[in-house]
């Protein structure tokens, strides 16, 4: 006798059930519940609709309802929610959304996917009016595309800044509208580490984006936000991407565990606590990776494999749940964004002993033409080398250094390993030592304690300090830009000028990327040296870092100009 599944919401991780289930049994009747107008729509690409990169909203839906009637044999009824779940008799009531007439359907296995609700913070005042949109779905963003040509709009507030927020603030630029990007944190993307989240930000403001962090909304009206601080900012409409709460309404009257995290709870296969009812998508608790713990993870990739392995448990097939890294990517106007694991930040916060290195190598050979820089760091335990995670930020493939990374992550890898890693070379695709490999020599120098290093976030300090700091660049470089109150000593000169440096007190050399003035740390090393410090990211990362805030706060430079390689 064949299976009745019924899957309970139509997108990533629901439509990915449904097409498993098909492909591993062709008897089964396969139904699938949808309570909004479209299933099977990629919800990664609707901020793209706005500037039309994504012409016609249609394009969104990747499959239609008699689609999948005529390719998969499945059932997939949108505008209908399912409404309760009776665990007894294994059956569902669906109520159809446009008439409110109830039905009641039956099931062997129930699968849940419903998702996230968009947040809405009660605490602002006016989030409810009507010039206030999320984007969850095709008809949400027709809406806010719709209402900001109807009003004539040309400002537009985007509150949030992960992933959400800033693909709307580019494409709502690229649509010619001035866009201010709020954000109550002190950086937009958490999965960056304070130096890397920089250029980001530096990004955004190069393409006029007015990007306003540590900032609280407090009201919306029809024509602006106000903050906390008592400024008002311009805008027609506000778009509210301040995440989701996973939408565990019919698991909670149903009787569904609920885990720490406000999500689903489920077992190693995706099971619930109740017979015969799995759970999978962004509305479950998954599992992390490093530490084992639970953790809602709101991304596609997740999701789709959550569905796989949750079918193949029902048909018999052995499954390997070893839990997920939260592997992600995004443009970024000219820059492409990617990450995996923990930033230095969160691994400091879990109490761990963390170490990092950050190497700025080219995407390709340097004379080749569209040769980029990538500031690529990773995260490692200071004692075992063990990789925690890594961040890529540049106009190449920057995905490409994640992907190998996590990869080794996957296989319990360390920094040792980046560095041994056999990689594809050509001119045109790569360095000879690819940027991984850069990154896990680096690394490996430095949990071997051949030299020590500071980041570009203790320079201010340094400087305010009157630290010894010395620019190894050539003299034409230093004159063109420099640390305020650096010396230059070039590379090409310090063998001679040896008296001019301390062995009494820390000397913090750099040059443009670190590599320069990394090779004048170890030669002092070697010649007796003991208190000598490489800038790690050195003078350019050091721009990157500080341009932001001192343009948007009017501090004082520590640079006398800057200089800018992204």
């Known amino acids: 006798m064949s299976k009745k599944i019924v899957i309970v919401g139509g997108v990533a991780g629901g439509a990915s059930v449904a097409a498993r289930a098909r492909r591993l049994d062709e008897q089964a009747q396969i139904t699938m519940y949808e309570k909004g107008p479209d299933v099977g729509f990629s919800n990664c690409s609707l901020p793209y609709y706005l500037s039309r990169t994504v012409r016609q909203a249609q394009q969104l839906v990747m499959m239609t309802p008699a689609q999948f009637k005529a390719q998969y044999n499945i059932e997939a009824v949108v505008n209908h929610e399912v409404v309760q779940i009776n665990a007894a008799n294994q059956t569902v009531q669906v109520k159809n959304c446009q008439t409110g007439d109830l039905t009641t359907d039956h099931y062997d296995e129930l699968f849940l996917a419903p998702g996230t609700v968009a947040n809405r913070p009660q605490a602002i005042d006016g989030v409810q009016g009507e010039q206030v949109f999320t984007l969850r779905n095709v008809t949400d963003v027709v809406a806010l595309d719709d209402y900001l040509h109807d009003h004539q709009a040309t400002h537009v507030a985007v509150i949030g800044g992960g992933f959400i927020g800033i693909e709307t603030a580019e494409n709502l630029t690229h649509a010619g509208y001035r866009v201010t990007l709020i954000e109550q944190r002190s950086q937009v993307l958490s999965t960056l580490d304070d130096d890397l989240v920089q250029i980001v930000h530096k990004q955004l403001h190069d393409h006029h984006v007015n990007v306003l962090v540590n900032q609280q909304v407090t009201g919306i009206s029809k024509s602006a936000v106000t903050l906390a601080s008592g400024e008002t900012i311009p805008a027609t409409a506000v778009v509210m991407a301040v995440g989701g709460t996973p939408d565990v309404r019919l698991a909670q009257l149903a009787g569904i565990q609920l885990g720490q995290t406000g999500g689903i709870q489920v077992n190693q296969h995706y099971q619930t606590n109740l017979p015969h009812v799995y759970a999978v998508g962004d509305a479950i608790e998954s599992q992390d990776a490093l530490t084992h713990q639970a953790k809602r993870l709101g991304l596609a990739w997740p999701a789709q494999m959550e569905a796989r392995r949750a079918v193949d448990h029902v048909y018999g097939r052995p499954i390997r749940n070893r839990g997920f890294y939260g592997a992600q990517c995004l443009p970024v106007f000219e820059l492409n964004v990617a990450s995996v694991g923990y930033t230095e930040a969160m691994g400091r916060q879990q109490g761990w002993s963390v170490q990092s290195a950050l190497v700025i190598p080219t995407d390709k050979v340097g004379l080749m033409p569209g040769a980029h820089p990538i500031y690529l760091k990773v995260v490692f335990d200071a004692v075992t080398g063990a990789l925690y995670g890594a961040q890529a930020v540049g106009k190449g493939d920057v995905d490409k250094q994640i992907d190998i990374i996590a990869t080794v992550m996957q296989q319990h890898g360390t920094v040792e390993d980046l560095g041994d890693l056999e990689l594809c070379y050509q001119p045109m695709f790569s360095t000879t030592k690819n940027a991984v490999n850069f990154a896990g020599l ?61 062995h009494d007190h820390p000397v913090y050399l750099h040059c443009a990327t670190a590599k320069r003035s990394y090779n004048v740390t170890r030669a002092l090393g070697n010649l007796g040296y003991t208190n000598v410090y490489n800038v790690a990211g050195s003078f350019n990362a050091l721009c990157e870092y500080e341009y932001f805030r001192d343009i948007t706060t009017n501090r004082e430079p520590i640079v006398t100009a800057y200089a800018f390689d992204l």
């Open 442 to 502: 680096v690394a490996t120098n430095l949990l071997n304690g051949e030299y020590r290093q500071v980041p570009v976030t203790t320079v201010r300090d340094l400087v305010s300090k009157n630290a010894d700091i010395i620019d190894v660049r050539e003299p034409g470089e230093y004159a063109r830009g420099h640390i305020t109150t650096a010396r230059n000593i070039p590379m090409s000169q310090f063998r001679r000028r040896l008296a001019e440096i301390s």
